[in-house]
């Protein structure tokens, strides 16, 4: 089998997707490694369902305060220029589009952009939280997830089988083989992993592909 | 007008059974009424309802808790028996192989579960308290949770009716209350607390500190003072 | 012509139906004055609209702050365990039914305790600022106000002819010559202004009233 | 990143005709951007929309406004020909002999009015900034501000469903603001500043003072920066 990008390639790819200025919030697992690798030069600001904007580094052994958590219950370390706020302002923010870009993770994308992150049906019990709201009201939608699941089948999906977090939402799909844009005509293949052909990419994945124009190889 | 009890039993004692409830505090200690809800186990009224964002994780996966600590959450009110239903968006544990007590419990029917998305829980509570029955809100629309519910297009884009939650009690924790309730929470603990003290028919609070009146200035002030009936001092030893 | 009790006294008689830990919103006019005569050893909490809860006196001359007002531009002075917040917080506090007593003024109340008290028709053009909400949102609504219009008209009316505050809202009406309750069967005379005859009253009010048993004279 | 602009001419430089603003200050002149307010009069775009609690009063009656101060309201645009539309609560003196500017250009069919209770004024405009579309109120039920709006029964009581206000700008006046754009207000001038500034596509503030980062503790910051687009700092000597 090929190799894969790990977990940190991942995530240091949709940080270039990071814009200066934008305010960010990045969901539990791959999404939540980004902040680490936003390049020099651009400040994000980061947003978490917990009830703080504009937090900095996770706190030092030693140093974690109860009252300083982020939405994984992450210990925050104190910033000059940090906020907190209820729950309900926390996503009043997120509903009224002040968030700029959300990163999730996914159990399966579909060729529409639909979403679902929640449930897996067998469970038949799952974690809504905060991901619902993040769907639907972040500007733009990026998810970062591994291209199969761990029986090998393809997370990008024709038509979503598990339950649906919101419809049409995510933008770009950042996974351990390729870069895939949502386009109003499907999924369209924008960078292959390093060593992955297009045809590769394609036979891991359910859904026919469109291959953009001068496909490149992963840029970091 | 007297809001200040001594003692989280006595501060409790009066909850009856079929009572519903908001315990909250995100997920970790830090902004859970962990005494209150201590108090409420030894009471152990029965068939409550608990609206909570989660149905206690902390106790089982040790979300936002300092190293060496055990927190208490609603895990124990479960434990015990006396929860009938939980209205929350994260009730289960996101590691499958350390369930929750709710969790367990739900499988073997002897707890019901409303979930709702973690904006629209803060949403409904907030209308809860200020006097909106209803509003129509993005989020869930196309998925199970607005299933059964309005679906009403505004400009172009579609959204789901959802109704306002109250309680009859709130349990709450906050960082300091002067001697008329007037509130403050530290940082990521103001949360769902500061919401839920707003919507519930009686609001019981307990916090590091009561001061005099004057000690916590105005400008500083989350919860003004008119939200909260009943406080409790925590006496015992806080590192904060 | 009889006496009338002048707007002090009005307010006075107002003031005695507040009780130890009433938040209470006072509304412009003869209802701002009410909280000149609370009685010493009840505590009454005061709300205004325009964002502060608990207020006490107002400011000396010399003293004012142009950030700390009331609802009708009048001048706060600096209380200990006073609080600020937003106007959506404000009328939350309202609306969300956290108001135990409102005193507003009025240009009608009607026999079933509808309310009307924000324009005049033959000015075309009125005020409703915070008085609809106020009028639904408190629970308890007391009308302080003049028995009679400039021209002698009664203003307690079978049905209002200007546009409505809020429907059945009123509880009760302290007016210049007497306390009125609004009960299911219509308006109960209570008190009458010493020297008023419950005839007399009568015939200054274009309802046909109620008379209680044992009607007083207005007590302070 | 920069959001620091030197005047306040620049900060309001490109709103074009027909837009929509959000301006309040109560009614007094504590909470109102009065130089926001002047350079726009100054740069003088037209047809504009504004969402205020009144149409401008303090400049008339000295609602608010301190013995000797003569304060700028929305009254100057009202005569300055450029407004088109005011969505207020309070839009007429309450002192029929002094007539506000906006009350004789109405009286001239000059302007526009929709006139909308306070309470409900204030949560259209946070659900604006909220993403809630629209919501049930009870206030205005049975009177002629729910005319023609749909009335909908909740538990027996009857509630009347108005809809969100966004706006292009918000002129805001806040106390102070850390360089990032974070920002407290004084006293009863948060009033309907907190909120508009979150449901304005471009927030500009006028503030007392701009401070470093840090200055403004985070426990007391009352907007988060996100809010906040455009701050000038006010350089006329303050009293405060």
Redesign the interface.
């Known amino acids: 089998m090929k190799d894969r990008l790990n977990r940190e390639i991942i995530a240091m790819r949709v940080a270039k997707e990071l814009q200066d200025g934008d305010v960010v919030n990045l969901g539990i697992g791959i999404p939540s490694l980004c902040s680490q690798f936003v390049p020099e030069g651009k400040t994000v600001i980061y947003h978490s369902e917990s009830g703080v904007l504009n937090y900095g580094p996770m706190a030092e052994d030693g140093l974690e305060d109860q009252d300083l958590i982020n939405a994984s219950g992450q210990f925050l370390a104190p910033v000059d220029g940090m906020s907190f706020f209820s729950s309900s302002d926390a996503f009043a923010m997120i509903r009224g589009g002040h968030i700029d870009v959300t990163v999730l993770g996914a159990l399966q994308v579909s060729k529409f952009g639909d979403l679902a992150n929640w449930m897996i049906p067998s469970r038949g019990i799952g974690n809504v939280g905060g991901g619902m709201d993040l769907a639907v009201g972040a500007k733009k939608v990026i998810v970062a997830m591994e291209h199969n699941d761990k029986n090998g089948a393809s997370k990008i999906v024709n038509e979503c089988t598990f339950p649906l977090t919101s419809k049409s939402c995510v933008s770009l799909i950042v996974t351990d083989i390729a870069v895939i844009e949502v386009v109003r005509e499907g999924l369209k293949l924008l960078e292959c992993a390093p060593g992955w052909t297009k045809e590769e990419i394609q036979s891991e994945t359910s859904v026919e592909l469109i291959f953009a124009e001068g496909i490149q190889e992963f840029s970091l | 007008?007297n809001k200040i009890f001594n003692s989280f039993e006595e501060a409790v004692s009066d909850i009856p059974d079929n009572s519903t409830l908001m315990i909250d505090g995100?997920?970790?200690?830090?902004?859970t009424s962990q005494n209150l809800i201590t108090a409420l186990r030894n009471l152990g009224s029965k068939d409550l309802t608990v609206i909570s964002?989660t149905a206690g994780l902390?106790s089982v996966i040790?979300?936002?808790?300092?190293?060496g600590?055990t927190p208490v959450d609603i895990g124990i009110l479960v434990e015990n028996h006396q929860i009938k239903k939980v209205i929350a968006?994260?009730?289960?544990s996101?590691s499958?192989s350390r369930p929750t007590a709710f969790?367990k419990a739900?499988a073997k029917h002897e707890v019901e579960?409303e979930?709702?998305?973690?904006?629209?829980?803060?949403?409904r509570?907030?209308?809860?308290?200020?006097?909106?029955?209803?509003?129509?809100?993005?989020?869930?629309?196309?998925?199970?949770?607005s299933e059964g519910k309005e679906i009403?297009e505004?400009?172009g884009?579609q959204?789901v009716l959802e109704?306002a939650l109250k309680a009859d009690y709130a349990l709450i924790r906050a960082?300091k209350s002067?001697k008329?309730g007037?509130l403050?929470?530290?940082?990521?603990?103001?949360?769902?607390?500061?919401?839920m003290v707003?919507a519930a028919a009686t609001s019981i609070v307990e916090v590091d500190k009561i001061v005099n009146?004057?000690e916590i200035e105005?400008?500083?002030?989350d919860t003004?003072?008119?939200?909260v009936d009943r406080i409790v001092e925590i006496k015992e030893n806080n590192e904060?």
């Open positions: 007008m995100f997920a970790g200690p830090g902004g964002n902390a040790g979300f936002g808790t300092l190293p600590k968006s994260f009730p289960v996101p499958p969790e739900y579960l979930l709702v998305p973690q904006g629209t829980l803060a949403e509570i907030r209308a809860g308290g200020a006097g909106i029955p209803a509003f129509f809100t993005p989020t869930g629309v196309g998925t199970t949770v009403r505004f400009q884009k959204y109704t960082y002067d008329l007037n403050i929470y530290r940082g990521t603990s103001k949360n769902f607390n500061s919401v707003t009146i004057g105005s400008s500083l002030i003004p003072l008119i939200y904060r």
